[in-house]
């Protein structure tokens, strides 16, 4: 075992010189450095064990057994994913606003921009970082949020940066159609892994919405580890949609981190539908006053999928509110594990925060694993957070089956209602409409079954 | 809240050294340690071999210092006094022949041990450091068949019953403070209700520590046969030192068919100076097993001492339709530190558990909930409830909650609430606009805050914990 994930590291390790010589990237010299300190972290930190507290639930054994051949983009092989392929990934309202990344690079002729506004860039990140206009910026920014020197996964991403993306909201500009990042993964190769990396600079009062998605060409089994950051200036708001539809066989790690500037407003909603193994860590600092975040969340998963979602939710400063859902619908042999942490630092006043966890358990087999915490340091502040496992309430089925409901009816009734308190806040229609449709097919699967 | 901060408790009323000659042994800690304290107790070779093993064990074991969010100075386990007993007549037939120094000791501390001033009612067993200097009302409880003694006295008398139920629910490899105390344990109370039987008066242990360098390690051990039922109750404190004393208790419970334990336990010992200079550190092994069918236990503990507090008393619902239930308050002021919660495993079908959890944290101390509830697949249609809520006085205090919640099948249910306030400026205006003076109405605040657990206290302890309350936060808020 031990020399497995030895050998896996080598692997990685070969892959990670490869792509040191060949991206132009290396040659600005505080990129090329960064890279080799993550990868020397990563070396250093190994895959996590069930041993540490952080994955004491998870168990990343699969990942750190399978040969995965990093798909680093190779400049010639032109992928399979044509644009009609890709058309099912893509969202109606971000038609004219979308990045598409195939295997975590860019593929800027996939891409559309036409309908985002001036006020905006998105490009490349490596080639940003290369762009004189950018670089200054993103060397402030990039790896400060997400800190890889905790977490094998991050500090791995971030030594294997080779393509992603750069997006700056400039001052003041307000996007009206979201911005679609659209990751596909087309593994062409079997178990082939990929790093997207997203930066997001909301400037001052700028305001926009993301959606970040993740989804496969196919059943293959392959690895996504993904890392992204998000900074909000003075004022910004920024709505952050990641939907994780990744095939039944793929491994999904992923981190999101988001400082929080004075005043500014967050609302991330995350959706994890797909993977057989998913975990996301989401890690929101406010350290500025009176920002506010909304941290909800959706886990659906089934037969032996299992997802992980560990938060943190940061109160450094006084006057910021918090507010989070992470609700989760489980059946056949599938595991859910939510960690969700509270920090309200010393002196932090006047904080507001919530947190709420439910799950519902479909089958006998399930397993749920809920680790709601709070560390709390200030007097004069408001703190409450719930969890709750368990079935249908049998008032509510049996109001619905004096009705004349059939019962089988009444309880997938009952539970896409629980799934719609997460999804009914989305703002964009047909993301709303593909995961109202995405839990109707799963509850009526189970109805035909 | 302008005075918030003036945090000024009342001097520890407890904290006196009784002047009296007693047989120590040499500081440290070695099999031979281990070999010398069973040589003093004159006990059966099954029990020194019970001892090696968990010194054995412990030797390999490493101290729980990450996990629990508590900060101290690194123990040093050579450097303490393992056995330390009041010197006195070898054998007390009748209370008369108890020291009379340490009769008026513990009736300074308001546990008379002779049995026409005490409250009529409640039975004490009375450990001074390493020992059991005496157990009231052993022979009226003898007509019921109950068994209430020291733990010495159980190894000579009911060694049956010890050998069957001693380490059958805390293991002597369970953790690093239940190996130890397994090994070095000094004595402690055994009580044993038959079947059937209510016993029929409150049962208590009185643990006070005396000696600046001992430690002390002692063990519970309470068997409730089927269909019977006991309350017992437990207190401790201990003098002011400098220095920090380790106290490593285990105590086991076992409930079998339709019996009923209820253990309830006021903990006052030395907590430290102001600046957390001295007090106890509290590390404590408590777990029961609801072996039977329709079994209970209930542990309720108001803890106010100790410098430091480690402890989880939990239960293993193993029969079907047997229940768990956990009421604390857990006071902390000062620099006082405090991890402490509950397991509830669910093992057996319809089992249900009840958790309430009341911490208030004022001074600059530190005050952590933590608990786990286990649903195991076979545990159908188990239920568990927890609150755990949590008050901070002062800005410098701090409050953290750390549920795990593992469910491994549908039919169960699983609730967990928990939440964080601060007196109201509301509530004290409005108590004193009715007349009422500050502290009175401070008082009555958090009293109705901790209102849910004290009313699971039997009566006079629930008049105790109130009164220790207020004392403990006197003149501290407002």
Request: hydrophobic share 35%.
């Amino acid at each position: 075992m031990v020399s497995q994930i030895v050998k896996e590291e080598n692997q990685y390790q070969a892959a990670f010189r490869q792509l040191q010589q060949r991206t132009t990237a290396s040659d600005v010299a505080w990129f090329g450095r960064l890279r080799e300190s993550a990868m020397d972290r990563f070396e250093q930190l190994g895959f996590p064990s069930v041993k540490e507290e952080e994955w004491k639930y998870t168990n990343v054994a699969p990942i750190t057994k399978l040969t995965f051949d990093p798909a680093l983009p190779a400049i010639d092989v032109d992928s399979l994913a044509t644009s009609t392929e890709l058309a099912r990934f893509g969202y109606p309202e971000a038609q004219t606003s979308q990045l598409v990344f195939v295997n975590g690079a860019l593929r800027s002729n996939l891409s559309s921009l036409a309908g985002v506004p001036a006020g905006v860039v998105a490009i490349d990140l490596v080639e940003a970082i290369a762009d004189a206009k950018y670089g200054e910026l993103i060397r402030e920014q990039l790896a400060r949020s997400a800190d890889y020197n905790a977490n094998a996964f991050t500090a791995l991403n971030t030594a294997c940066v080779s393509s992603g993306a750069f997006i700056l909201i400039r001052k003041g500009t307000e996007l009206e159609s979201p911005l679609h990042l659209n990751f596909v993964s087309d593994p062409s190769a079997p178990n082939s892994v990929s790093f997207p990396r997203v930066l997001i600079i909301s400037e001052e009062n700028s305001r926009a919405t993301v959606i970040e998605s993740y989804a496969g060409t196919n059943d293959a089994a392959y690895f996504t580890n993904a890392v992204v950051e998000i900074v909000l200036k003075d004022g910004a708001r920024l709505e952050h949609y990641k939907v994780q539809r990744e095939s039944v066989e793929a491994y999904h790690v992923a981190t999101t981190s988001a400082d929080l500037g004075p005043n500014s407003s967050y609302d991330s909603t995350t959706i994890n539908f797909g993977a057989r193994l998913s975990r996301h860590d989401i890690h929101v600092k406010m350290a500025h006053e009176g920002a506010e975040c909304w941290v909800d969340g959706l886990y659906v998963v089934s037969s032996d999928q299992h997802t992980d979602t560990h938060s943190v939710i940061d109160h450094q400063q006084p006057h910021c509110t918090s507010h989070q859902l992470y609700k989760g619908i489980l059946d056949g042999k599938s595991r859910a594990v939510f960690n969700g942490k509270i920090f309200v630092r010393h002196g932090a006043q006047k904080t507001d925060a919530m947190q709420t966890n439910k799950n519902l358990l479909l089958s006998d087999e399930a397993r749920v694993d809920t680790k709601p915490q709070l560390e709390i340091l200030a007097d004069d502040v408001k703190c409450a957070h719930g969890a709750a496992v368990g079935q249908l309430e049998e008032d509510e089925l049996f109001y619905l089956e004096t009705r004349g409901i059939h019962p089988e009816l009444a309880k997938n009734l009952l539970t896409y209602g629980f799934a719609e308190e997460v999804i009914g806040k989305i703002k964009v229609d047909s993301i709303r409409e593909q995961l109202d449709e995405a839990v109707l097919n799963r509850i009526n699967a189970r109805l035909e079954a | 809240m302008s005075t918030a901060e003036n945090l000024v408790s009342q001097e520890y009323k407890y904290g006196f050294v009784t002047d009296i000659e007693s047989d120590t042994i040499p500081r440290g800690l070695s099999e031979d340690t281990v070999r010398l304290i069973a040589a003093k107790k004159n006990e059966p070779e099954w029990m020194l071999e019970f001892r090696l093993k968990a010194y054995r064990h412990w030797l390999t074991m490493t101290e729980p210092k990450h996990w629990p969010n508590l900060t101290y100075p690194e123990i040093n386990y050579q450097d303490m006094i393992y056995y330390s007993a009041p010197k006195q007549k070898a054998l007390k037939a009748s209370m008369d022949e108890v020291d009379p120094e340490l009769l008026k000791t513990f009736e300074k501390l308001g546990i008379p041990l002779t049995e026409q001033k005490q409250l009529a009612g409640v039975a004490v067993d009375a450990v001074f450091d390493s020992v059991s200097v005496a157990t009231t009302y052993k022979e009226k409880l003898k007509k019921h068949g109950v068994i209430f003694c020291s733990f010495s006295e159980a190894i000579r008398e009911y060694p049956d019953l010890i050998r069957k139920y001693l380490g059958s629910v805390v293991p002597t490899n369970d953790n690093f403070f239940a190996a130890l105390n397994s090994a070095v344990f000094s004595d402690g109370s055994f009580c044993f209700i038959p079947k059937g039987v209510r016993c029929p008066m409150e049962l208590s242990t009185y643990f006070r520590i005396n000696n600046s360098e001992s430690g002390q390690f002692e063990r519970t051990l309470i068997v409730a046969e089927e269909g019977s039922y006991v309350s017992y109750l437990e207190g401790c404190t201990a003098p002011k030192f400098d220095k920090n004393q380790l106290h490593a208790a285990v105590v086991e419970l076992i409930a079998l068919d339709d019996a009923q334990i209820k253990y309830s336990t006021v903990q006052n010992w030395y907590a430290g100076d102001e600046e957390g200079r001295g007090g106890i550190y509290n590390f404590v092994t408590k777990r029961g097993k609801c072996a039977g069918r329709n079994s209970k236990i209930s542990w309720t503990q108001v803890e106010t001492g100790s410098a430091i507090t480690w402890k989880y008393p939990s239960c293993i619902l193993l029969g079907d339709n047997s229940i768990g239930e956990f009421y604390s308050v857990a006071l902390t002021n000062h620099a006082q530190q405090a991890d402490t919660g509950t397991k509830m495993i669910h093992l057996g079908k319809n089992t249900r558990s009840t958790i309430i959890s009341k911490g208030i944290a004022a001074g600059k101390s530190n005050n952590s909930y933590r608990g786990l509830v286990k649903v195991m697949p076979k545990a159908e249609n188990s239920r568990n409830y927890t609150q755990c809520d949590s008050m901070l006085i002062g800005s410098n205090s701090g409050a953290n909650t750390f549920p795990y919640i593992e469910v491994m099948n549908n039919s169960s249910a699983v609730e967990h609430e928990a939440s964080t306030s601060k007196i109201s400026e509301e509530q004290l205006f409005y108590l004193q606009q009715r007349g009422i003076s500050q502290e009175d109405a401070v008082s009555l605040i958090i009293n109705g805050f901790c209102k849910d657990v004290f009313l699971q206290l039997p009566m006079e302890f629930a008049v105790e914990a109130q009164r220790l309350l207020g004392m403990k936060l006197e003149g501290s808020v407002g």
